[in-house]
C-alpha cells in the first residue's frame, strides 16, 4: 500500500501515522462495523473524479442502520470530507475505504455506550485481481465455505465481521493457486466470489444471481444499466456451477475489482478461456463512463477541483 499524507478520523484530518486507535476498540475485538469502498479516477478532462460517490455514502448509512449504528455525521458531510480529503492528499485516481467502527469503553459482545467512530483513508491503487487478469482473465475455485445465510448475517450490510468468511475463502483459493474463490449459498447455487459479484454469459444472454445472499453491489447495477443500454437480455436468476462451467463468458465485479473477465474455474476453462466480446465490450463501457467520457453517466462522478489549466 502506497501511504498518502492525510486520513481523516472523527472530524478532522490527522498524518497517516497519528490515525491510530486503542488496542480496546469493540470493533477490533468483535467485528461489529461497516465500510465502504469508493474509487476515484482521473477524468479525461484532466480531473479527478470520485465514482458514485452519493450511492456509496447512502449505502454506508443503511449498513450501519442494519447493525444499529450511529453515524454521528450527516450524508453530506461525509461527502465533502471525502472530496476535501483528495485534494489534500493531491491525489489521483485510487481507492477509498470510508469506516464506521465502535470505540473502546465497554467490553463484552454488547457495545453499550461505546462511541461511534469513523474514518476515512485514501490511497493509490491500482487493478485489484492485476493488469493481466483485466485482459486475460483470472482463475477460479469454488470455495468449500459457504456464502452467510440471510438470517445468520446480514447480508445486506456492507458489515466489518462478515469478511472473516470472505478471508477464509480467499485464502483457501490462493494457496490451491487460483486468483480467486466463489462462494455457493447455503442451497448449493452460486452466490458470489469474496468480495465481487459474478455475471455469466451463455448464447448472449447475461446472468447475474438475484440479491437474495449477496451485496447488492454498486457496480454490479452499473452493469446492469449497461447491458440494457447495449441492447442484451439480462436475466436476475440462481444458477449452479455446472452451468458456469458451460457459460460462454463470465466476469466479476465489484468497486475494487471493477471488471474481472474469468477464464477458468475449477480446471474448467470458460468459453474459449479467456476474455469474450461481451465482457470486452461492457468493460469498455464501463470504463468510459468511470473516466468521464460517456456525458449519459455524468451524474455519476463528483469532481474534485478545477480542470487542468482553468
Known sequence: MQKTKYIWLDGRRVLWEDAQVHILTHT?????????????????????????????IDRLFESAHILQLEIPFTREQLIDETLALLEANEMGG??????????????????GTNKVRVSIAAWPWGAYLGEEGMEKGIRVKVSSFVRHHVNAMMTKAKAVGGYVNSILAKREAVALGYDEALMLDTEG????????????????????TPLTSVLKGITRDCILRIAEEEGYELIEERFTRDELYVADEAFFTGTAAEITPIREVDGRNIGAGTRGPVTERIQKRYFDIVKGADARYADWLTYVGKPVGS
Open 189 to 208: 447455487y452460486v452466490s458470489e466470489a469474496s468480495g465481487e459479484n459474478i455475471f455469466i454469459v451463455k448464447n448472449g444472454v447475461i446472468k447475474t
Open 28 to 56: 477490533l475485538h468483535y467485528g461489529l462495523g461497516v465500510f465502504e469502498g469508493i474509487r476515484a479516477y482521473d477524468t479525461v478532462d484532466g480531473r479527478t473524479a470520485v465514482f458514485r460517490l452519493n450511492e456509496h
Open 94 to 111: 485510487g481507492y477509498l475505504r470510508h469506516l464506521v467502527f465502535v470505540g473502546d469503553g465497554m467490553m463484552g459482545l454488547h457495545p
